[in-house]
């Protein structure tokens, strides 16, 4: 990604359409081409492009034609996927490397993508074209996806507000185009408030117990910065092992308060505040959902889901809280008989839990995370990775070539007996200017045209550390085996979009499946990370070379559940909180979003976080990244998950490894080939023979009875 050098404003600096690279969709995103410039004139010409075409759907046939798949959905589609794939483009890049200039074209173009798509949503013309369709005398002898992509367009319509009466269509679109702009100013928020802080430490004593990597990278940061010490900064990479490893109680609680404040009203910065946005954001939901005709904007949040009331969801997470309560309060009670009787703290505070427990962890399991980490370089991790994936699925991955938007992005081809079946972009580390988190997104569906079947593409982005050069010698970068987990768990978003064998761009790979269900293959791929027969072959120690020994595996395994009981209720905690803003809460601002989140945790918390935690202001999920009313998927999926797994298991006890390939053809086929094409209960029982049950899911978190 390439930026202006002068100082023309964007808005009005003029690209040729023939010149612009985001208007190109002949091949691969021209990511070294790209400009903040070239956002507005893409965004016009496509816009145009695409209302024209609008325009000429929703007039009335001729009597004497027959309105079809072919003259209606397909030209749509076309017109759509375009203007769609060219703004993911420019997302992605704000997502990436957020610049002021393409911030700001972002910004101002964002409105519009709101007001078109708002607008397509609420057409009546179309709406009674598509429900035209779904009774006339096609219908029934078209694909399932295409029928799917009919069923999914009627139901979307309505959810749209495209029955509303006209003098309150233009209160939904105002809705629309408000909350668009507030969700992401609330992820802006976060990513100023992040790149923001900056912890320096001059004194190399104040980082006892700091592992030498960490300080190295701390060390390199500072002097990046042309100053001396070392610098510590709120993305995960940086500030979480001072958590983990600083015997330095007051630099922990610094960077904690830092952390556990940012973008609020206890933060830096008073514009970075996040409290009225949520407030605002939550209104707008409630207002958008109530028009619509539904109680809370919960109700309207399940529609698409496999899930299919609140209570329903709420009696599932609570059910799950009752479970977990013992196992929590034995974990919770455990850490702190440690602290006090190990580390000399009377009072754990929420700084010291991370480092307590890690030096617990050491103590029962005689092992460190730290130890494990030189065990995962990132070529011996993404290697097996790899190997995983090609012997489950019968495909080769191989290295491959594209404009990308940062020298450290990596670029992959899918094939399958030679032929093209996907591509992915692999951006592992964290950097300023890209968000924190982790992440797969579509770059490009899985589609037929009338070239033939357009393969679908992926960006696949984390946030680890990067590596780091030691006298002059750049090493590779070395994985945590949470991060290892992380990697696995984008991956299997990743083969969920790439694996597909759908051709319809509605219900192509990840596109059309349910919320809930959309994490069941990435939760499916953190499995492997805990069996044997794969680590042995993706380790390899940072200064030796040696493969992981068996005994630090076996305790890694006894340590899999550590503390699982209070891991289970933080999410839990987070799932209900998310659920009780949607549904019960009294938007008008009579309660406070802390008043919600206090309840939850008065009811299922072992923990309390101190009054000062603001966890809930940069909960991106819920505020700005389409989990609304849908957090608990995580835990919904992981219940799919475990259960699929769990075939896996009984192929490796019938004699089978456990990476089995005839089970992971057919998870394959059952699964990831259908993506949205069908309800993705059908699919699980497709591949199970049966309902899901939650025995697996209990048993891999050490809980089952």
């Known amino acids: ?298 109700e309207l949040s399940l529609v698409p889901k496999m899930a299919q009331s609140p209570q329903e969801v709420i009696g599932f997470l609570e059910d799950l809280g009752r479970r977990a309560r013992s196992y929590g309060e034995k974990d919770w009670d455990e850490l702190r008989a440690f602290a006090r009787e190990e580390l000399g703290l009377d009072t754990l505070e929420a700084w010291d839990m991370t480092y307590a427990a890690e030096k617990l962890r050491e103590q029962r399991y005689a092992f460190s995370e730290q130890e494990v980490k030189q065990y995962f370089p990132e070529p011996k991790v993404t290697e097996g990775l790899f190997q995983v994936i090609q012997r489950l699925f019968n495909v080769n991955i191989k290295p491959d070539s594209a404009p990308v938007w940062h020298p450290d992005v990596k670029f992959f081809r899918i094939e399958r007996d030679g032929k093209l079946v996907g591509q992915f972009y692999l951006d592992l580390y964290a950097r300023s200017g890209k968000r924190g988190g982790a992440w797969m997104d579509d770059a490009r569906a899985r589609r037929m045209t009338a070239g033939g079947v357009q393969t679908p593409i992926a960006y696949l982005v984390c946030n680890f550390t990067e590596p780091m050069t030691v006298d002059g010698v750049k090493k590779p970068a070395l994985f945590t085996h949470d991060e290892v987990i992380t990697l696995f768990h984008e991956s299997g978003h990743g083969l969920h979009h790439m694996l597909t064998q759908v051709d319809e761009v509605g219900v192509s790979g990840i596109s059309g499946v349910e919320w809930d269900a959309v994490e069941l293959p990435s939760q499916f791929m953190e499995n492997f990370c805990w069996e044997w027969d794969v680590l042995q072959h993706m380790t390899a120690h940072a200064d030796t070379g040696a493969p992981l020994p068996r005994e630090l595996f076996d305790k890694m395994t006894a340590a899999k559940n550590f503390q699982s009981g209070l891991q289970m209720l933080r999410q839990v905690e987070f799932s209900l909180f998310d659920m009780h803003i949607h549904y019960d809460y009294d938007a008008s601002g009579k309660d406070s979003v802390q008043s919600v989140l206090n309840a939850v945790r008065d009811k299922f918390a072992v923990i309390r976080p101190p009054e000062f935690n603001r966890f809930q202001h940069s909960f991106s999920h819920i505020f700005a990244g389409g989990y609304a009313a849908g957090y608990y998927s995580y835990k919904w999926a992981e219940v799919l998950s475990a259960d699929a797994y769990s075939a896996f298991e009984e192929a490796a006890a019938k004699g089978d490894n456990v990476v089995s390939i005839e089970t992971g053809l057919r998870f394959q086929k059952e699964i990831l080939a259908v993506g949205g094409s069908r309800p993705a209960i059908e699919s699980f029982k497709a591949f199970r023979g049966r309902e899901p049950s939650i025995d697996a899911l209990l048993r891999h978190s050490g809980m089952a009875a």
Do not use: C
């Not at 993911?88 to 074209?105: C, F, K, M, Q, Y």
């Not at 002898?141 to 009919?150: F, P, T």
């Open 1 to 298: 990604m390439t930026t202006k050098t002068d100082t023309a404003d964007t808005a009005t600096t003029t690209v040729a359409p023939d010149h612009n690279p985001l208007l190109d969709f002949s091949g691969l995103a021209r990511f070294d081409a790209i400009r903040p410039e070239h956002v507005t004139p893409a965004v016009d010409t496509l816009l145009a492009k695409a209302g024209a075409l609008v325009t000429e759907l929703e007039a009335p046939m001729a009597p004497t034609m027959q309105l079809t798949w072919a003259n209606f959905v397909e030209p749509l589609e076309n017109a759509t996927e375009q203007l769609g794939r060219a703004w993911s483009i420019v997302g992605h890049l704000n997502s990436v490397v957020d610049t002021p200039e393409l911030r700001a074209a972002y910004n101002e173009n964002q409105p519009r993508l709101v007001e078109f798509w708002t607008a397509l949503g609420q057409n009546l013309a179309l709406f009674d074209k598509y429900k035209a369709l779904q009774a006339g005398p096609e219908y029934a002898g078209l694909s399932a996806a295409r029928k799917k992509v009919i069923d999914n367009a009627v139901r979307d319509f309505r959810l749209s507000g495209a029955e509303l009466p006209d003098d309150k269509k233009e209160r939904f679109a105002e809705i629309q185009e408000k909350s668009a702009a507030l969700t992401t100013r609330f992820s802006e928020n976060i990513l100023d408030a992040t790149n923001d802080f900056a912890l320096f430490v001059e004194d190399e004593s104040d980082l006892a117990g700091l592992p030498d990597d960490v300080r190295q990278a701390a060390r390199a940061a500072a002097e990046k910065d042309e100053k001396g010490g070392f610098k510590f900064t709120l993305h995960f990479p940086s500030y979480f092992p001072i958590l983990q490893y600083a015997h330095n109680r007051s630099l922990r609680e610094k960077i904690y308060r830092a952390n556990a404040t940012k973008a609020s009203e206890l933060g830096a910065r008073p514009e970075w505040d996040n409290t009225a946005n949520m407030q605002e954001i939550l209104q707008l939901r409630h207002e958008e959902a109530a028009m619509l005709g539904f109680n809370n904007f919960a």
